[in-house]
């Protein structure tokens, strides 16, 4: 039975700090170490303004380190430390296919994010037991994520593609998500090494943002005929947000599925039945 530790809740999580507890009192004795913190990027209540930006940053970067510093501070520091980041730092592209062993050097504001987030995650060499990352896409879950932002427009039938549609849409079922954490967090054979372990936390399902907005609409049983143009989604969210949505990458588990995980909704139909609860 493990005890982990976290920035955020999930179904896997026993107990939950804010950094400034870990700051100021120490890392308790613990098994796993997980931080999943950050604002939301797609909050729709905040503008995309400097002052956002940098709360991006500061809410990723300053945390971790954090949390970092306790780890390598901590008498018995956790086997297992988890940083979970995002896909943001493949570029779009509709025919490159990327897997956890793919180089990647930052090209915008979201993959240097990306880069700064994991740098600040890597443990001291001395100190470094496992560090095993996990890479994310939008999670779909009913109270959250992607998930809760789409389905009120859908449910009233006003659900429909964004841009053009045939953008990657990478994605994956929540308790998928939580699932392939717990496997991180298991000791791992052979001796500890100081480079990361790199999971993509994504379903092994390569679909479009069409095929996910029809998949959904049949789902619930709601038409999905009004398409949201690009334009909008710049000047609404804007520009350097809007290509999470607007533009997307072929994102492959590779070394998840290869290391003995096992999706419970590897597909689109299986992943929203149980989520709307159909």
């Not at 001395?126 to 095993?132: I, L």
Request: charged share 20%; hydrophobic share 35%.
């Amino acid at each position: 039975h493990k005890r982990i530790l976290s920035h955020h809740e999930s179904d896997i999580l026993k107990r939950i700090y804010c950094s400034a507890d870990v700051e100021s009192g120490g890392l308790p004795p613990c098994d796993g170490a997980v931080n999943l913190a950050g604002e939301n990027i797609m909050n729709p209540l905040r503008w995309w303004n400097k002052s956002f930006k940098k709360d991006l940053f500061s809410s990723r970067v300053n945390t971790t380190k954090i949390l970092v510093q306790a780890i390598a501070a901590s008498p018995t520091p956790p086997h297992s430390w988890v940083l979970v980041t995002g896909i943001a730092c493949y570029k779009p592209c509709l025919q490159t296919q990327y897997t956890e062993e793919s180089d990647w050097t930052p090209f915008d504001l979201l993959s240097r994010l990306v880069k700064e987030w994991e740098a600040a995650g890597q443990l001291p060499e001395n100190s470094a037991k496992k560090t095993r990352q996990v890479i994310i896409r939008p999670v779909l879950g009913r109270d959250g994520g992607a998930m809760k932002q789409m389905l009120i427009p859908f449910w009233l039938g006003l659900g429909g593609t964004l841009g053009s549609g045939r953008q990657p849409f990478p994605w994956i079922h929540v308790s998928d998500l939580a699932g392939i954490i717990a496997h991180a967090l298991e000791p791992k054979e052979g001796p500890p090494s100081t480079e990361p372990d790199v999971f993509n936390g994504v379903s092994p399902s390569l679909n479009t943002n069409f095929e996910f907005t029809k998949a959904l609409g049949r789902t619930l049983k709601r038409p999905t005929i009004f398409p949201v143009p690009g334009f909008f989604l710049d000047v609404f969210l804007g520009s350097e947000r809007a290509v999470i949505l607007t533009q997307g990458q072929k994102v492959v588990p590779k070394k998840t599925l290869e290391s003995g995980f096992e999706f419970q909704y590897p597909d689109l139909t299986s992943a929203l039945k149980e989520i709307v609860g159909y």
